[in-house]
């Protein structure tokens, strides 16, 4: 990517006020799709861009490992399409529309370093992730769909609480 671009006012103005999110930026390779959409964003003043909150998981999943790293539980998550049972804290539970569905993303964390998110419909499961509002550990059953970083992964929308 070019520096110039990075030298830009906007992205200059972003990476003052968002330092987190700056870091996290740095980390993606030159000509990661995530890295191009949070610059397109950026640069079209777009904060609210899918992007952007894509690049906000991405910074909690890098501190996660981080973090696994520093306390020494670091693990490799599942593979794809494996289903399994796993403990997580919910960072973030956000209701969302698109093309007229609406669901709910829940963005989690886990001890072993890598974290993620899922969208449900189930009342069951968005009502028990509201209820704790201690953020304490639950377990669920879920199927990684897809893992777009090596620490960041995706649960199919069949996921329950056991």
Do not use: C
């Not at 103005?13 to 993606?28: C, I």
């Not at 690049?55 to 998550?77: Q, Y």
């Not at 539970?93 to 001890?111: A, L, N, P, W, Y």
């Amino acid at each position: 990517m070019k520096t110039d671009i990075l030298e830009n006012e906007r992205v200059q103005a972003w990476r003052t006020q968002h330092p987190r999110e700056w870091w996290a930026f740095q980390q993606l390779g030159e000509h990661d799709d995530l890295r191009i959409g949070v610059l397109a964003a950026i640069l079209g003043g777009r904060m609210g861009d899918d992007a952007v909150t894509d690049l906000v998981r991405f910074a909690e999943g890098l501190e996660t490992r981080l973090r696994a790293e520093r306390d020494g539980t670091v693990t490799p998550p599942p593979g794809d399409g494996e289903r399994r049972q796993m403990t997580i804290t919910v960072s973030r539970m956000k209701q969302m529309s698109t093309e007229g569905r609406k669901f709910f993303r829940v963005d989690f964390t886990t001890t072993h370093g890598w974290s993620g998110f899922f969208d449900t419909t189930n009342p069951d499961v968005v009502e028990r992730i509201a209820k704790r509002r201690d953020r304490s550990p639950i377990m669920v059953v879920g199927e990684i769909i897809r893992r777009p970083y090596e620490f960041l992964v995706e649960l199919g929308n069949r996921v329950r609480i056991v």
